[in-house]
């Protein structure tokens, strides 16, 4: 039994072996990457992919509806790899194009964390990688860094595991690497965008255009969130088949996402448990004293109803909150789960515990709230037991 | 260095001419274009000529338009446009100019 990927090629949808889709991916992806300073890039690929639609038809039939993965090794190899016809018709082509970078195969070198032979979560690696030395050297530096600073490097080394996007695909691993590390290159290019930020923007307009993407950004991680939720959904299919709508038209999130949804964990996270704080707080408040923190209800709203509005309008603030920590999490590891999941739970937790603890002793009135928590305990179960016995009876 | 080798910067060269002289013949698709030059020392591939075309078309040698097919969704027909003429005509000239020079420099065989 092999798992089927759901396609869509130009409008068709097509199903395909699961290794014949990643080696398809793989083509497109190449391919998009070749023709990246072509206007006409998404042109071109739209054509690749009917042609190569119109060759799998080929493959199908009334009882024949998979393309297997030798099938599609075969098309590719028809279609052949795919030229940049500007790089190679000589003087005409553009100037500027080979003038700007000056990489060989077109992939900007970026920093990243490289999990292999790493020591704790591979930022050492990453910028060994990045600036082409030796990873030995790299930590010397980081341990040196770390003792000069009384330990203050760990937290920016905290930091930095959560901003630098993990290298997990085999084109973000070149990308880390990326060519050898040349110092004046470095320089020429950090003037270079120096002064594309000076000339382009003034402080003001680029703050309110970082804005606009922000939010742009969030509405699409809620949008991942819940394409992630039902392809969740879909790959567990109960005949144990599992259909994996492969999403051809939404690329993986960009570098600057990853690097914003990795600054943004902690954010939220700090954001949701301050939240949940303050709601127990109130909460605890309004079920031992009627009031919060001072504030009394309307004499005609029962304390009841009053934890019942505070539960539902915690529900709705914490709810679009939850969705955007899911969101720059998946944004920024690639996948919904696993380590940075558990980071994100565990520095939730830890200012939760902050929190209440700075709420206990410098706000006044939590502390003897927090006293009185035990004999609020009892008054409850005691009214409950009450309560239930007199209606038994 | 085979002979193949040898030429085979000449065969690139020509590919783009070689084109526009199978659209001038008749309005094609791309699959019609491959089919024509399979049999041929200059047979390509998808992978090559898309961007050749699209290369083409932006600088205003062809056009193409939507046909529907009996099978399956709306194929591009390539077409020469005036400028596209006009330059195939002046590849041709310039084509049997290069031949009659190669002719007349020594020995053919």
């Known amino acids: ?393 | 260095m085979t002979i193949d080798d040898k030429f085979s910067s000449i065969r690139k060269g020509l590919l783009e001419f070689l084109i526009l002289k199978i659209i001038a013949a008749d309005k094609v698709y791309v699959a019609d274009i491959i089919e024509r030059l399979s049999s041929t020392d200059f047979s390509t591939q998808e992978g090559t000529l898309y961007p050749l075309l699209s290369k083409l078309r932006r600088e205003d040698l062809l056009d193409y338009e939507w046909k529907e097919s009996e099978a399956g969704p709306p194929r591009k027909y390539y077409k020469l446009t005036a400028k596209g003429k006009a330059q195939l005509a002046e590849l041709n000239r310039y084509w049997k100019h290069i031949n009659a020079t190669v002719q007349s420099l020594g020995p053919s065989s």
């Open chain 1, 1 to 393: 039994m092999k798992r089927v990927i759901t396609i869509s090629l130009n409008g068709n949808a097509y199903q395909l072996e699961e290794s014949g889709y990643e080696a398809m991916r793989a083509y497109l992806d190449v391919a998009s990457t070749r023709l990246k300073d072509n206007p006409d890039r998404d042109e071109i690929i739209s054509d690749l992919e009917q042609a190569i639609a119109e060759k799998c038809g080929r493959f199908l039939g009334p009882n024949k509806t998979v393309v297997s993965t030798t099938e599609v090794e075969r098309i590719l190899a028809e279609m052949g790899p795919v030229d940049s016809p500007a790089a190679d018709t000589g003087p005409a082509a553009s100037p500027s194009g080979s003038a700007s970078g000056g990489h060989a195969d077109g992939a900007p070198k970026r920093l990243y964390q490289i999990k292999e032979g790493a020591m704790v979560s591979g930022v050492c690696n990453g910028f060994a990688a990045y600036f082409n030395v030796d990873v030995t050297l790299v930590r010397l530096v980081f341990v040196l860094l770390t003792l000069l600073t009384g330990g203050v490097w760990i937290l920016v080394y905290l930091v930095m595991m959560f901003v630098i996007p993990r290298a997990s695909t085999s084109e973000e691993h070149a990308a880390a690497h990326g060519q050898p590390f040349n110092a004046s290159e470095l320089i020429e290019r950090a003037k270079k965008q120096y002064e594309d930020f000076r000339s382009s923007h003034n402080w003001r307009k680029a703050q309110t255009e970082w804005r606009g993407r922000l939010r742009e950004q969030q509405r699409r991680w809620r949008h991942q969130q819940r394409e992630w939720r039902r392809r969740w959904r879909d790959s567990w299919d109960w005949e144990g088949r599992s259909y994996w709508r492969a999403p051809v038209d939404r690329p993986p999130p960009s570098y600057a996402t990853r690097v914003i949804a990795g600054f943004m964990i902690p954010v939220f996270a700090i954001l949701s448990a301050a939240l949940f704080v303050i709601w127990l707080v109130m909460l605890i408040s309004l079920a031992s004293t009627g009031s919060i923190l001072g504030w009394h209800l309307p004499h005609d709203v029962p304390v009841w109803a009053g934890i019942l509005i505070l539960v539902l309008i915690y529900t709705a603030v914490s709810g679009p909150l939850h969705m955007a920590r899911r969101a720059s999490l998946y944004a920024a590891s690639g996948r919904p789960y696993g380590w940075y999941g558990f980071g994100d739970g565990v520095i939730r937790l830890g200012f939760i515990v902050l929190f209440l603890w700075v709420a206990y002793h410098f706000v006044p009135g939590v502390h003897e709230l927090i006293d009185r928590l035990p004999d609020l305990w009892q008054t409850v179960t005691h009214e409950a037991t009450t309560t239930a016995m007199n209606w038994l009876n």
